[in-house]
T-cell receptor
Framework: DADVTQTPRNRITKTGKRIMLECSQT?????MYWYRQDPGLGLRLIYY???????NKGEISDGYSVSRQAQAKFSLSLESAIPNQTALYFC???????????????FGAGSRLTVL | GDSVTQMEGPVTLSEEAFLTINCTYT??????LFWYVQYPGEGLQLLLK?????DKGSNKGFEATYRKETTSFHLEKGSVQVSDSAVYFC????????????FGTGTKLQVIP
């Protein structure tokens, strides 16, 4: 099994629908992240969480919300999807912290979302 | 804020050609530097990293050297293979409590037989 699992892998939905993307990890990492990938824009951070009680906005959090249900689970919600949220979404984890050295991210395989 | 600039793609090379993908960065202090690779249909995975000036990261025949004086971390490989076809991302993380990771826009490499 993958260290970081994202579901669903592909989803097509309509404008205005609520969508949830789920992420679970077996790495035992405290830190979890949601990124969005668009062609020519690289990866942009949506939300991040350092532990179950810690949730922080990233660069592009408008229109998104998250829930950290457990150390191993971090879900991303689009309350009312719109077409410009069509993108490839990645969940990532890391050890982080001063004793970890460099902040190396472990990524899931991605969830491709299309909003019509 | 921090930023990473990498060369535009796509880059198309013949098998066994020499590869260079340029990456420069802007950051306060001395960040850690990374190259991630994304194969088709997959998530990003760490290719190599360097945490201080003059460090050389290497993996799978790829190398990159942390050049503080030119704020660069160029990716090189002496002889590319078709299996190296992927998108390559340069990234940095600062050393603050958050250790924010900033990515470049990615460079697509296509290697033809």
């Amino acid at each position: 099994d993958a260290d970081v699992t994202q579901t669903p892998r592909n989803r097509i939905t309509k404008t205005g629908k609520r969508i949830m993307l789920e992420c679970s990890q077996t790495k035992g990492h405290d830190r979890m992240y949601w990124y969005r990938q668009d062609p020519g824009l690289g990866l942009r951070l949506i939300y991040y969480s350092f532990d179950v009680k810690d949730i922080n906005k990233g660069e592009i959090s408008d229109g998104y919300s998250v829930s950290r249900q457990a150390q191993a689970k971090f879900s991303l919600s689009l309350e009312s999807a719109i077409p410009n949220q069509t993108a490839l979404y990645f969940c990532a984890t890391s050890v982080g912290g001063p004793r970890s050295g460099a902040n190396v991210l472990t990524f899931g395989a991605g969830s491709r979302l299309t909003v019509l | 804020g921090d930023s990473v600039t990498q060369m535009e793609g796509p880059v198309t090379l013949s098998e066994e050609a020499f590869l260079t993908i340029n990456c420069t960065y802007t950051a306060t202090g001395y960040p850690s530097l990374f190259w991630y690779v994304q194969y088709p249909g997959e998530g990003l995975q760490l290719l190599l990293k360097a945490t201080k000036a003059d460090d050389k990261g290497s993996n799978k025949g790829f190398e990159a050297t942390y050049r503080k004086e030119t704020t660069s971390f160029h990716l090189e490989k002496g002889s590319v293979q078709v299996s190296d076809s992927a998108v390559y991302f340069c990234a940095l993380s600062d050393h603050g409590g958050y250790q924010k990771v900033t990515f470049g826009t990615g460079t697509k490499l296509q290697v033809i037989p």
